[in-house]
């Protein structure tokens, strides 16, 4: 299975989802779970993390972001990122599987999820002192959240050098670029041997460097 979408529910129960071709490395360490009584009698289980930590493509950025309460006419749209970045707040984050690599809308898709509650730190109820982030030159997003852990404890190598964050996105067919060649390779393999599955990949890479060269 593959990552489908990463949805962020924010403290005010808003919302933000990130479609799985826009998420690079991705870290959810010592799950614990709980279970506690809640409102009604009602009995629930809880999983949340100590450290979680997210990297997510540049193109990402691309997708508006409007606060409740504001209307088309009203405060202007912000990116994703600077809504992640101006209130650190997100509570929880739900990781969405999918078996449709082809991303058809129309695939009758197995899917699955896994919904983590994050580390909350400090006494406020509005603003995780836990959390952290930093938007690269490049435009590409590190979030962390975790009380004792850093964004260079996770990141240091892709933080220190651009030629590194661009090679693991072409490695893992991350961002629209990488992500349309990804499909394309998909779409021509079929039924191939593995010296031809090797033969084929070459051959949309070659594809997607001379298309960038052309531009």
Request: hydrophobic share 35%; aromatic share 12%; proline share 2%.
């Amino acid at each position: 299975m593959i990552v489908k979408t990463l949805e962020f529910t924010l403290e005010n129960c808003e919302a933000i989802t990130i479609p799985g071709y826009y998420v690079g490395d991705l870290y959810i360490e010592d799950i614990k779970t709980t279970i506690r009584r809640i409102a009604c009698d009602a009995v629930a289980k809880y999983e949340y993390c100590e450290n979680f930590a997210v990297e997510i493509h540049a193109d990402a950025n691309k997708q508006k972001y409007r606060p409740f309460g504001t209307t088309p006419s009203g405060q202007e749209p912000k990116t994703i990122f600077e809504r992640l970045a101006e209130y650190d707040d997100i509570t929880c984050v739900d990781i969405v599987l999918t078996n449709n690599e082809f991303w058809e809308e129309d695939f009758e898709e197995e899917t699955g999820k896994y919904t983590i509650w994050t580390k909350w730190v400090g006494d406020s109820e509005y603003e995780n002192k836990a959390q952290k982030s930093i938007v690269t030159d490049d435009g590409h997003l590190y979030l962390v959240i975790s009380k004792d852990e850093t964004i260079g404890d996770f990141f240091a190598d892709e933080l220190a050098s651009k030629e590194m964050r661009d090679s693991k996105f072409k490695m893992f067919c991350i961002g629209d670029e990488n992500h349309k060649y990804h499909l394309e390779f998909l779409e021509e393999m079929g039924n191939v041997s593995v010296e031809e599955y090797k033969e084929l990949y070459d051959i949309i890479r070659h594809r997607g460097t001379e298309r960038e060269e052309a531009n």
